[in-house]
């Protein structure tokens, strides 16, 4: 995320959300005035002159306090408590910035090397305060912990001299007891160090090779490699002036965007969607923020409107989460089904986001444009079609009966061609697994259809029946097809040769009990019973097909002789029907051919 002119990586910005990030704080946060104190290395230098203790080129800070402590020059501990502790040093605002942005996650957790107390000061009474060598678990705490002591202590316990290192990270070890774990367990943000600092070579030994660890640094060339050699990740800020001024105006911007509450999300998503995407990275990447949070996604699809953001979020990976299948749920489904998929002037837009997105209909977006087209109800406009085709190429079979309410609502002769292809799909035959009934049975194959009977029945007789001379031979037409298909399913899966695996378990083709007991069932059969019991337009003789060419079954021979021929009145079961009496009766037998 882009803070200002400086990117967040987004593991810190997760981790400060989720409580997981500590903040570790180096002497450079207390440079600036008014707290005005020196880092290590002066301090050093100013105490060896105090002491006139020769310090050789390159020499290490803590060696040059070991040196004029071992000498008995001074008290080393006591004058460096003296000079951190100058009363007219104050916190300033990078350590105001600081406890802000730990404060604003969920839980504050503050790490300093400093002797100073001028983040005790800012943060006031309540979270816990340890000092080394005394240390919580590192892997279990809250609080602010001065790991290399502070000045309420006694000054002989202040870490300083290459001996009292010495004894915290090696003899001892109780610093590196506490770093390690805590390494391992929380995203670690350095602040107030450079990658040569004093400390950092200590630090170095303590930094698991896993370790998730960043540092707010100066943007120089060297910076970055610098700090890859420690395996710490540089975030470069700028520093045009040399007064690190941007750093805390960096951290305190951080700290107010993360306490931000819920209202202010909303009126900032509302300003910066009022008009086209602006292109400046601090509000894209907040918008991109905004999109993968479950809590804000719903203030985007709320006043995000127009071709050119719909644009944008096809770039965008929640976005297309929705056409992959992985999404889980995302209000954006709604958003683009209601005002793009359904909005006559975005749907080429919508159309051809589909296409960008890879061109499938994931779950989640499936089911919002179904519920769109039902809402919208029928007849359908014309440039509604190419989504109704969408929906039966991408059909997931399961959770869903938006097709089933698709076809029941289409009205004819207004959705005729759009009914029959609804009506095509759903009746089709597919072939399932069904488990055995029993242990160690062998599991079986059955012949269902695609779409729910009892929607089907529905359509069928609210929608279809009552304008059923228009589409009549259509169906017919479709039937014919599913059959002849239905026994090839048959066939190809039947466990035994000559065996007929649709007309066992059949339901009854009139309205009987038994027919409760199945899922599936009483299809195309059903649609027989329906057809004979409409007056339908007389068709011409022709040799039927099925009867001769694929059907073992005479009964089934009957269906089709029934289903084919001219209709007189009522003849439901073919009982008035001018047919044979075996013809007759075998139709009244007759079920789902694939059931």
């Known amino acids: 995320m882009w803070i200002g002119q400086v990117e967040l990586p987004q593991e810190l910005i997760d981790a400060h959300r989720a409580g997981d990030l500590v903040i570790f704080v180096g002497a450079g946060a207390s440079i ?27 020499e290490q800070p803590d060696v040059v306090l070991g040196n ?8 080393v501990h006591r004058r460096i408590a003296t000079r951190i502790g100058d009363p007219a040093s104050k916190p300033n605002v990078l350590h105001e910035a600081i406890v802000r942005l730990a404060r604003a996650g969920r839980t504050t957790r503050i790490v300093t090397t400093n002797y100073d107390r001028h983040l005790s000061t800012v943060l006031g009474d309540g979270p816990p305060e340890y000092r080394g060598p005394v240390l919580p678990l590192g892997d279990d705490f809250d609080g602010l912990v001065y790991l290399h002591g502070t000045l309420e202590q006694e000054p002989r316990h202040l870490v300083a001299t290459d001996q009292d290192f010495g004894t915290a990270y090696l003899l001892d070890g109780w610093a590196v007891r506490f770093l390690v774990p805590m390494f391992r367990e929380y995203t670690v943000l350095f602040v107030g160090y450079s990658h040569n600092d004093f400390a950092m070579t200590y630090l170095g030994r303590a930094l698991p090779p896993t370790s998730r660890r960043y540092a707010l640094a100066e943007d120089t060339p060297e910076q970055k490699q610098h700090w890859r050699r420690l395996g710490i990740t540089a975030v470069l800020y700028p520093n045009p002036d040399r007064d690190h001024s941007a750093l805390p105006a960096l951290i305190g911007k951080w700290a107010e965007r993360a306490e931000m509450r819920l209202l202010d ?5 509302a300003r910066l969607v009022a008009g086209p995407p602006s292109g400046v990275p601090e509000e894209i990447s907040y918008l991109e923020d905004v999109l993968g949070s479950d809590d804000k996604v719903r203030f985007f699809t709320e006043y995000a409107r127009g071709p050119q953001w719909l644009a944008w979020v096809t770039e965008q990976p929640r976005f297309r989460q929705l056409f992959d299948g992985s999404a889980v749920g995302s209000p954006l489904a709604e958003w683009f089904a209601q005002h793009f998929v359904a909005e006559e002037e975005h749907t080429r837009a919508a159309f051809e986001a589909v296409e960008a997105c890879g061109g499938r209909l994931g779950f989640r977006v499936w089911s919002a444009i179904g519920q769109r087209l039902h809402i919208i109800g029928a007849p359908r406009p014309a440039w509604l079609t190419r989504w109704v085709v969408l929906l039966i190429r991408d059909d997931p079979r399961e959770g869903a009966d938006w097709l089933e309410y698709a076809l029941k609502a289409s009205r004819l002769p207004a959705d005729r061609d759009t009914l029959l292809l609804l009506f095509t799909h759903l009746t089709t035959p597919t072939v399932d697994f069904r488990q055995p009934r029993r242990p160690r049975l062998p599991s079986s194959v059955e012949l269902n259809i695609r779409g729910d009977l009892e929607w089907l029945r529905r359509a069928w007789e609210e929608t279809i029946v009552p304008a059923l001379e228009g589409v009549a031979r259509e169906l017919l037409a479709i039937s014919d097809v599913h059959l002849r298909q239905a026994y090839r399913l048959s066939d190809a899966t039947a466990g035994s040769p000559g065996w007929d695996s649709l007309s066992r378990g059949r339901m009854a ?3 009987h009990p ?14 027989g019973r329906r057809l004979r019991q409409r007056r339908i337009p007389r068709f011409p003789q022709r040799r039927d097909p099925v ?6 079954d005479p009964r089934r021979r009957a269906l089709v002789h029934l289903l ?3 209709v007189r ?9 001018r047919v044979s009496r075996e013809a007759a009766t075998s139709a009244g037998q007759c079920s789902l051919p694939w059931a």
């Open 265 to 269: 999300h909303r009126q900032m998503v």
């Open 32 to 58: 600036a005035s008014p707290a005005d104190l020196p880092d290590f290395k002066k301090l050093s230098d100013e105490i060896a002159k105090d002491a006139r203790v020769v310090v050789e080129a390159g």
């Open 547 to 552: 009867a001769h060419a694929h059907s073992p």
């Open 68 to 75: 004029a402590d071992a000498d008995k020059l001074m008290d």
């Open 569 to 577: 009145g009522d003849l439901a079961f073919g009982r008035h029907r």
């Open 564 to 566: 084919a021929g001219p």
């Open 509 to 511: 083709i009139e309205r």
């Open 514 to 527: 038994q027919n409760s007991f199945r899922k599936h069932g009483g299809g195309q059969s059903a649609l």
